[in-house]
């Protein structure tokens, strides 16, 4: 495939946001060194069409998200669905939110294709794409706007000029932070696949859907929402041409429900621990996971949906 700049598709991407932030419930501003920063949902209402671009320029614009319903028998829900076809690049070197950014007391979780022209993380010597742009556009899941010494941060790392940077930001506590979480649904399936030994270049093709959590009243019942949307009622079918022996193996690993802290929704767990970090890095996956080996033409599916407790979580038990 021919080398593509992901910043650049993305960029493209996120045009409307910045012809049209009113249609979209979002603001658009630029900070005194020259960036640009669309507030999605901090100091902005932000909007379910606005939630659909922050995650498709997630995926630097290399996949689809759509807004479905997803039936659970007793309840039904909205959700959301994805589509991608360059799952490596789209959600590895673009979407996973690998970048911890810290600035005195300002701290955001980044994520985008802005994480592949840092390339620091340990992740990317994993990832054979090697992004070349002056052009970056960064998402930021936080509850304040970055700063201009944020912002010159940033430009260090990226080694673009300021005029040329693009930040999306939006708390969790938010319609577009709950969408683009769910977003993620590929996305945490993949990383979770990587974690347990399979190379990134077998997965061929992905999709999924997660339902949308309620907006809670605040960033860490939100975060439980969300992450429980994801670990007890989302889905990820993957396409692979990977070892049928390896894949079978490991299949029960990859699901959330191989986690010891599987059957507690993440709230209760971050109660439990007092500390994100300290709950099993192994939860964090789909609540099901289908796959299909080409290299076989076999098709696999571990985990289950956990329905009841998303209706814990969301407050409807």
């Known amino acids: 495939m021919k080398v593509i700049s992901l910043n650049e598709i993305a960029r493209k991407v996120i045009t409307p946001l910045i012809d049209n932030p009113e249609l979209y419930r979002v603001s658009v501003k630029e900070s005194p060194s020259g960036a640009t920063i669309v507030d999605c949902g901090v100091e902005q209402l932000g909007s379910v069409g606005a939630g659909i671009i922050f995650s498709r320029a997630c995926l630097s614009g290399l996949g689809e998200v759509e807004i479905i319903e997803k039936n659970y028998s007793s309840f039904s829900l909205p959700a959301v669905s994805v589509t991608v076809d360059h799952p490596v690049e789209a959600c590895m070197a673009s979407q996973y939110a690998g970048w911890a950014i810290c600035v005195?007391?300002?701290?955001?979780?980044?994520?985008?294709?802005?994480?592949?022209?840092?390339?620091?993380?340990?992740?990317?010597?994993?990832?054979?794409?090697?992004e070349e742009s002056s052009t970056a556009v960064l998402m930021l899941e936080t509850s304040t706007l970055p700063d201009d010494k944020v912002i010159k941060h940033l430009v260090s790392q990226l080694g673009v000029n300021p005029q040329n940077l693009y930040i999306l930001a939006a708390p969790t506590a938010s319609v577009v932070g709950a969408i683009q979480v769910s977003a993620r649904i590929v996305e945490t399936s993949i990383h979770k696949l990587h974690e347990v030994g399979f190379k990134l270049d077998t997965v061929l093709h992905g999709v999924g859907f997660a339902p949308v959590a309620p907006i809670a009243c605040d960033d860490l019942q939100a975060?439980?929402?969300?992450?429980?949307?994801?670990?007890?009622?989302?889905m990820s079918c993957l396409t692979?041409?990977?070892?049928?022996?390896?894949?079978?193996e490991n299949l029960e690993k990859i699901p959330s429900s191989h986690s010891s802290d599987h059957g507690r929704t993440f709230y209760e767990l971050f109660k439990k621990y007092g500390d994100f970090y300290?709950?099993?890095?192994?939860?964090?996956?789909?609540?099901?996971?289908?796959?299909?080996?080409?290299?076989?033409?076999?098709?696999?599916?571990s985990g289950e949906f956990l329905p009841e407790l998303l209706q814990e979580s969301f407050g409807l038990k």
């Open 104 to 130: 005195d007391e300002y701290f955001a979780m980044g994520s985008g294709p802005a994480r592949a022209l840092f390339g620091k993380e340990d992740l990317f010597n994993h990832i054979a794409h090697k």
């Open 278 to 301: 300290k709950i099993d890095p192994m939860l964090f996956s789909p609540a099901v996971i289908q796959i299909n080996n080409t290299r076989t033409g076999s098709f696999h599916t």
């Open 223 to 234: 975060i439980g929402r969300t992450n429980d949307c994801i670990l007890y009622g989302g």
């Open 240 to 248: 692979l041409d990977c070892d049928e022996e390896y894949l079978v």
